[in-house]
Each structure stands twice: as structure tokens, then as C-alpha cells.
């Protein structure tokens, strides 16, 4: 694979699930910024929150919800444009009403429904302008693609194009299906989850069951990818599972198919937030061999994926691979830099810690590509993690320095 | 005090030092590289290195002459335009070749000279050139303010200015004075210490004496700064005692005095690294208040001074907390959101760890200064750090985007 997968693939449909878009005003541009999935029998669900201590208001009743209703979702209910964040109790009471009023027009109950915030932080929610859409919001429900494409571009804020990623697969007599659709650009370092992500399923799995299967999934994809270094605050990924497939998890061959699909749809829209990130003109994905541990392995990308000096470097294709050691160094690992090899595309660029021969007009072209490849061995274990992150252009310094207060 | 030190003041000179630079052609601009200090006498040494498991060879050779001598310097050799970092076993030998060389010349011992190295990292040193010019270094050698000068500019690499501070100060019937000189612009999120610093006095101390005093002045200044979160190879502080005003330091009345003076000399140099910052618009003094400890307290400060999206925000000077917030909240410290309250310049911003009312454009211009304070109180305990960083510019961007191997 030397591309990645920019824009959305064919999205294939899980039975159970209808989604609904509007514009509720909440965005200044107009633009879309209500969205709703219905799961109508209701679906299994698990999910995972940012790891940042200053949490969003939705995220607070998320969790209490989940643990009220046992792992059981009817609806999900985002709002793009403001992550009703740093809003202190009144942002939770808001919040807390949207869902009453949507539970009340579904004929579900308050904690079955799931709420998400994305946009600015500190700015109170403005719930009045979500509540009185819900009615219209609801009647446009459709189980359909034009529907989930709708909610795609309804959550996104400074992304430039909706994510969304499918698998199907077969299983005797069943067909299982996985739809997976986030949003995310900037603010990208998770810890635990990443930015908004939604995964629907029709596979049959307890709530406990899909947790697992899920942190599996997100730990190699979604939690190894970096932006700009900075962990948001409304980070969420939730599955959902409605079981209409027929096809249960507890069969083995189900739970390996399914493993794998979410794996690669996960993987897909780690891909496509990345390359979609605030400015970037180059994907760069690290490959960290011979660490001791995974979590290792991770220190080290984590530092190289966050290091200006590097990152501006990429921005240049300049394969200064100093400060890649240098990053390395400072990681906190302690690594012996006589032991370390870096590889920029297909050559080795520095071996036993210093500079070894090699082309630099190759290296630089490798890096020009819109996806170049990196490589660390640490010659300190066996472990080795894929980590996807990006350049920092001007461009990035642009979109976040507008006075936007 | 609302302007930063950019500019060197008056230069005083302690007793026992001699200054010399020339170009000897390791920078391609031709621009001078080479410099000299001579303790006539010798001097008492003290120094703090990189925290960097990538260290350079001039600090490797540095701590095993510091040892071999006993904490004497007779000689400081400093080139720039290459950091004879990543170098490999030739890069030490090249290192210690030009020492002895020096210390031929000089008629001292090979471990009373120093050498430091500052410029791109992972390309062999050219001692030969080095070497072929130290006659013509050494016979230049002035104990003058002019020959002062020429060092503090022959250590430049992309700094725009020489950095320089001094004082002076009586004991009884005695004068002793203190100069500071520096140079640093990127790659400045010093540990341990930063870039290259050299501190000259005639003081009469210790090695030992010395160490104590340096580690005191450099934690709150040169420790206390950041312009891009990325640590150097070679950051290297040196404080030499020459002893030639008389006054002994076992005077407490003469301590007291030489770390004041230290302090005021050391927090000179941070302002003037920092205001220096590779494309940096605007200085921000961060004070984060009722810490638990120190440790914490820098641990917050450098988590805001490394976000992307914070810097960002400053260089477009956008009063945006909610991203300070977030930073505080990913730190690592277990803060309590609804304990932090945020102040730019004299106006609170966030209260309870959400917005309280205040004056947008009065906030605006506050950070549009070209220094700007900044206030964080975590109501956890009773420390207190002061911390200096910059915004991230696109001007940051284009000086390291450039593809310069």
C-alpha cells in the first residue's frame, strides 16, 4: 500500500441502524450541524473516552448512561460546532436535557441515548437550538447510505471531507456488516480514543464482548496516530452492535472475521484523519522496531510525532534524520544510540547512531511523496508498533492562528 | 518589568579572560565559527549537560577532562556550524585531536580545554580546518569587551543577535564581576541545561562550590524556558572562576551576592534566547501557581509551552483558554478542572475550569504585546514555577521546512 485511502470507499449498511442530518445553527457557517443514528431494536455498545483530565460535558453522561442502561443504546445525538467543554455544571444540564427531550420523541429512555460535542471549547451549548430541531431531526430518519453520509458531514468541524469506512463478510448463512464514520483533523494524539468515532454493526455480541474487541482494535489504529500532539478533550469511539445480522460473536470463525473487519475499517479511518489532519502535505507512517514493549515502541514514536523541529523537516522532505535521533534521545527511553538504524522510504540513512553513506536526492524524493515510510530499529527487544503522523506546514499555523474568539 | 532584555547592556569583564573567533570555514557563509576563551590563570569549572541520551562528543570529552582535571579549564574551544553530534567514534577523536592540539599551543594539559560544538547534527567535524587556524586564534586573543563581543558572535548559529549580560558587585574592599554569554534559537526545551551558555567571574570558589551555584540559578532561568519542546544534543552551561578579584565565596556575605548576581545573569540570558526563538512573535512568561511541587508546576508549564494548538493561538493572539485548559488537562497531572482559574495578562479568564466574563479585545491586545503573562492557579498545593516560551510561527515552519542536507 503506498497510497492511503482518502475518500470514502462503497458504504455497505448494517441492518439497524437509520441515520438524520440538519442544519440547527449552532455553526456560524450554516452549515450542518445536528446529526442522529437510531439503532430502532436498540444495539450493544461499547466505547472508549479520552484519557485528557478535562473532560466534556457529553462524555460525563455518556458514561453514567452506559452504566445505567447496561451497555444499551437506542439513539447517538452529536452537535458539531461547540464541544460543550469547560462549561462547568450547566454544560451537563444541557446536555442532559437534549437527551430527555430526544428519549421523550423516540419512546426511549434518557440514558439510552448517546451524546457527542465537537467544535470550540468554553463556550456554553446553545441546547435550545438543538432541542427545538429534534423533532425535524428524528422525521428525517433513513436507513440508508445518502443518510449516513449526511451524518458524516454533519460532525465534521476543520476536516475537509467525510470518513467513513466498511467491511462486510460472511458467516454460514449470515452476512455481518461494519460501518465505521468519525471526524477528527486537529487537536489528534490520542491516548484512548480519538476524536468522534461510530462504529455500527449487525453482528450479536454482549456489551463486554465488543469492549474487548474493540480497545484490541483501536489500540494498533486509532490510539497510534498523532496530528499536532495535542489530546482532545471530547475524544470518543463507540460501537454499536444492533445484532440483526443473526450472526453471533460467541462463534469463533464470527469473532476472528469480525476482529478483522473492525481492525481494518478502524485502521481506514485512523488513515483518513490523518491524512486529512490541519495543513498536512505528508503522511509519514513510523514503523519503531526492537523496543523492549509496545508501550516502548510507543514512547519513542510518540516523541518523534511530536517533535516541531521534526515535523518541519517532513514539511521540507528534508531527510534530516539528526533530528529524528535527537527526538529518539529525548524520548525518555533509555536507549544507546550506537545500537539505533533509521531507514527514510527503502534506505538506511544511520547506523550504530551515525550518518551512513546513502543517496540523499532518493531520500528526499521519498519524503516528497504524499506517504513516506520510516523506520527505527532500537536494537533494545522485540516489539514493534506502526504509528501514523504528519508534517507541520504553515498551513497548520494559519488555521489555528486565525483570532477566532 | 514589560520588556524583555534584547539587546546585550553595558559588558563588564571579570578578571583572569581572554576572548578570540575567527572563520575558519566550517559555516558556508563565511561568517565567523571559531572561538576562544583563555583563564590565564586557569579557572575553577562547574557545569550541567543535555538530559539527552543522544549526546554529542564535545560533551563527552567535557565530562572526562572535568574529571581528569579536577574541575580546572584553562581553555574553551567553541566552533559552530557543525554539532559533532551522531559523528561516531571519529567525531570523539576528531574532539580530542583538536584539544590537544589547542593545549600544545597554549602550554597546558589536553583535559584544561574544553571544547564545546554547535550547528547540524550527524556530519563529520572538520577538524583539519579547525586545527590549521588555532595559531591565528590564539595569538588573537583579547582581555577586551571587543574581543567578548566576537565570541558571543562567532557561537551564533541561527540566532539573530549576540546574547550577553553581566554584573558587578563589591565585598568589602573587593570588585568581583560576572559575564554571561549565550547562544540558542531553536531546539530549546532544555532538562538538564540549555544550548550553549558560558559564565566567566573572579570570584574565588570551588569546583564543588561552583556546581551547587550553578544548578541554583540555572533551575528558575535556563531550565525554565522553551521555544519548540525539542532538547539539544549539545546544551552545555559552563561557569568558570578565574579568582583574580580576591573575594572568596566561603563569605556568606560574597555567596549571597555572587547568586543573586548568577541568578540576574542566568534569567538575562533565558529572556534573551527566548525573545531570540526561531520566528518568535510574542515572549509568554507563564506563572503556574498553587502546584503541588515544583516538578508539577514545570510539568504543567511545559505541556502548555509544547501544544501546537496553543502556540498557534498565541501567534494569532487569540485569548483561546479552552486550549490551555485542554493542555493543563493532558499533562499528566491528576488536576481538577473545576479548581483552575486562568488569567491573560491582569484579567481572569476561566474560573472553576470554565469561561467567567471578560473583555475579549482587552485580552486580545494583552497577547498581541510582545510579552505577555500569562497565570495558571491548580488549587493543589503551594509551589509556584515561572516558565518562559514563545508562539509557533509560520515563520517557525519556513526556518526549519528548509531542505538544508
Known amino acids: 500500500m503506498t497510497r492511503l485511502r482518502r475518500s470514502p470507499e462503497r458504504i455497505r449498511l448494517p441492518r439497524g441502524f437509520s441515520f438524520s442530518a440538519l442544519a440547527a445553527g449552532i455553526k456560524a457557517s450554516g452549515r450542518p450541524d445536528l446529526a442522529l443514528v437510531e439503532a430502532s431494536v436498540g444495539a450493544a455498545a461499547a ?6 483530565r478535562v473532560v466534556a460535558a457529553p462524555l460525563e453522561v455518556d458514561r453514567a448512561s452506559l452504566l445505567a442502561s447496561g451497555g444499551r443504546v437506542r439513539a447517538v445525538v452529536v452537535n458539531s460546532g461547540n464541544a460543550n467543554c469547560a462549561t462547568g455544571p450547566k454544560g451537563r444540564k444541557a446536555c442532559e436535557r437534549i437527551c430527555r427531550e430526544a428519549a421523550k420523541l423516540l419512546g426511549v429512555r434518557a440514558e439510552e441515548v448517546f451524546p457527542s460535542s465537537t467544535g470550540i471549547i468554553g463556550v456554553p451549548l446553545p441546547a435550545q437550538k438543538i432541542i ?18 449526511a451524518f458524516a458531514r454533519a460532525i465534521m468541524t476543520t476536516d475537509s471531507r467525510p470518513k467513513l469506512a466498511s467491511a462486510r463478510f460472511r458467516a454460514g448463512s449470515k452476512q455481518v456488516t461494519l460501518l465505521g464514520i468519525a471526524k477528527g483533523s486537529g487537536m ?52 454499536l452492535a444492533s445484532g440483526q445480522s443473526g ?36 503522511v509519514i507512517r513510523l514503523f519503531v522496531e526492537q523496543a523492549r514493549s ?48 533509521i531507514f527514510i522510504g527503502n534506505q538506511m540513512v544511520c547506523r550504530h547512531g551515525t550518518a551512513c553513506s546513502f543517496d540523499q536526492e532518493r531520500a528526499h524524493r521519498a519524503l516528497a511523496q504524499p506517504v513516506c515510510d520510516i523506520r527505527l530499529q532500537l536494537r533494545r527487544g522485540a516489539s514493534a508498533v506502526r504509528f501514523l503522523t504528519t508534517d507541520l506546514t504553515a498551513e497548520y499555523v494559519r488555521i489555528n492562528a486565525d483570532y477566532s474568539t
Chains 1, 2 share one sequence.
Open 47 to 52: 466505547a472508549l473516552f479520552t484519557s485528557n
Open 132 to 149: 427545538k430541531k429534534l423533532p425535524e431531526l428524528i422525521a428525517g430518519k433513513m436507513p440508508s447510505q445518502r443518510g449516513a453520509l
Open 188 to 239: 489528534i494524539h490520542p491516548k484512548l480514543a480519538t476524536m468522534l468515532v461510530y462504529l455500527f454493526t449487525d453482528v450479536s455480541a454482549s456489551p463486554r464482548e465488543l469492549q474487548q474487541l474493540l480497545q484490541d482494535a483501536c489500540d494498533p489504529t486509532l490510539n497510534s496516530m498523532s496530528v499536532d500532539g495535542d489530546t482532545s478533550t471530547n475524544d470518543t469511539v463507540l460501537l
Open 247 to 282: 450472526a453471533r460473536i460467541r462463534d469463533r470463525r464470527v469473532r476472528k472475521k469480525f476482529a478483522h473487519a473492525l481492525l481494518a475499517v478502524c485502521q481506514s479511518l485512523a488513515e483518513q484523519i490523518v491524512s486529512d489532519g490541519e495543513g498536512v502535505e505528508h
Open 294 to 341: 509496545r508501550e516502548e515502541g510507543l514512547q519513542v514514536a510518540r516523541a518523534i510525532a511530536h517533535s516541531a523541529l521534526v515535523k518541519t523537516a517532513w514539511a521540507g522532505a528534508d531527510p534530516n534524520w539528526g533530528r529524528i535521533l535527537a527526538a529518539v534521545g529525548s524520548s525518555g527511553v533509555p536507549i544507546d544510540p550506537t545500537g539505533v538504524k
